[in-house]
C-alpha cells in the first residue's frame, strides 16, 4: 500500500514562494510518474505539474509554467513543487498522485492521492 503525506503549505504574500514536499511512503513502482493537482473552493480539481521518475522530465499546467518547477528525489521517494511568483488564484489545496499511465493532465490516471496541504496566497 502506498501513502503520499504532503507538507510545506502556508500562508504568503503574492509575489512570494513556497515549495512543497510529497513524501511516499512505498516506493511505487509499477508507477512512471507522479503529479501534483490543485482544487481550489467550488472548483474543479485540475493539473499542476508531473515529473517522471527515471529521467525527472516534467510537465506543467500553462498557468503555473515558468513559476513553479517540479523535482523528485529517488533515494528519498520524495516529489518537490517549488512555486515562485505566487499570485493568490494559485490559492488551493494541494495533491500529490501516483500516475499510472496516460496523460497527466488527467485526475483519472492517477491512484493514491494524499491528504493535501493547503497553500494560501494573500493579496
Known amino acids: 500500500q502506498v501513502q503520499l503525506v504532503e507538507s510545506g503549505g502556508g500562508l504568503v504574500q503574492a509575489g512570494g514562494s513556497l515549495r512543497l514536499s510529497c513524501a511516499a511512503s512505498g516506493r511505487p513502482f509499477s508507477s512512471a510518474a507522479m503529479g501534483w493537482f490543485r482544487q481550489a473552493p467550488g472548483k474543479e480539481r485540475e493539473f499542476v505539474a508531473a515529473?517522471?521518475?527515471?529521467?525527472?522530465?516534467?510537465a506543467y499546467a500553462g498557468s503555473v509554467k515558468g513559476r513553479f518547477t517540479i523535482s523528485r528525489d529517488g533515494a528519498k521517494n520524495t516529489v518537490y513543487l517549488q512555486m515562485n511568483s505566487l499570485k493568490p488564484e494559485d490559492t488551493a489545496l494541494y495533491y500529490c498522485?501516483?500516475?499510472?499511465?496516460?496523460?497527466?493532465?488527467?485526475?483519472?490516471?492517477?491512484?493514491?492521492w494524499g491528504q493535501g496541504t493547503q497553500v494560501t496566497v494573500s493579496s
Open positions: 498522485a501516483v500516475h499510472f499511465g496516460g496523460l497527466f493532465a488527467l485526475a483519472r490516471n492517477y491512484k493514491y
Open positions: 515529473v517522471t521518475w527515471i529521467d525527472g522530465g516534467t
